[in-house]
């Protein structure tokens, strides 16, 4: 059964940084992209970032560029994000999810990051 | 890079079909096959519905399909039922291994 848990989540200060984790299960996570995607309160999906199966092949969305970078490790079947310089709009539930050709077809259940004063 | 367009509310009953649009560009919806839709239940992470602008994962009810025309794909369900109430939330390649996701529409099941 395939399984995503994202963990790292938290209040944090505008201008710190947070570092969130997804640890996968029940699937061959070194043969495939992950992505990350948030979701402010009450609002919509937003795409943020992808890192191919090799980590070779890495893009972000313009709205964090510079400030976030994802990686994996492949051993450990885990995918991060660390986030720089948040911002308050930077406030949402993050996911990850497995990505396939164009499409995201498992999702965790989130973790919600909060950044505030 | 703006969002997709979706209408953010769509109501229907019980048994009737509805549609759900999502409006892009020729870079996003329109110059490629991928399109996905999401359905996704309150405080639940989203579940793939569609991929390949037509295409349906395995395990997904034959009452969700979609289609597309130039720039707008579109989601159908057949037969509402009460538990398709949720969000549902079109996705698009968007060129240089980016994606846009629409802004999502709520399903209300009378």
């Known amino acids: 059964q395939e399984q995503l848990v994202e963990s790292g989540g938290g209040v944090v200060q505008p201008g710190r940084s947070l570092r969130l984790s997804c640890v996968a299960s029940g699937f061959s996570f070194r043969a495939h992209p992950m992505h990350w995607v948030r979701q402010a309160p009450g609002k919509g999906l937003e795409w943020v970032a992808v890192?191919?199966?090799?980590?070779?092949?890495?893009y972000y969305a313009d709205s964090v560029k510079g400030r976030f970078t994802i990686s994996r490790d492949n051993l450990e079947d885990t995918l991060y994000l660390q986030m720089n310089s948040l911002r308050v709009d930077d406030t949402a539930i993050y996911y990850c999810a497995r990505g396939l050709a164009a499409e995201l077809d498992y999702w965790g259940q989130g973790t919600l990051v909060t950044v505030s004063s | 890079q703006s969002a997709l367009t979706q209408p953010a509310s769509v109501t229907g009953s019980p048994g009737q079909p509805i549609t759900i649009s999502c409006t892009g560009t020729?870079?996003?919806?329109?110059?490629?096959?991928?399109v996905s839709w999401y359905q996704q239940y309150p405080g639940q992470g989203p579940k793939l519905l569609i991929y390949g602008d037509t295409k349906q994962p395995s395990g997904v009810s034959n009452r969700f399909s979609g289609s597309k025309s130039g720039n707008t794909a579109s989601l159908t369900i057949s037969g509402l039922q009460a538990e398709d109430e949720a969000h549902y939330y079109c996705?698009?390649?968007?060129?240089?291994?980016?994606?846009?996701f629409g802004g999502g529409t709520k399903l209300t099941v009378l």
């Open positions: 996705c698009s390649y968007a060129g240089r291994s980016t994606f846009l």
């Open positions: 890192i191919s199966n090799d980590a070779r092949g890495i």
């Open positions: 020729s870079s996003d919806v329109g110059g490629y096959n991928l």
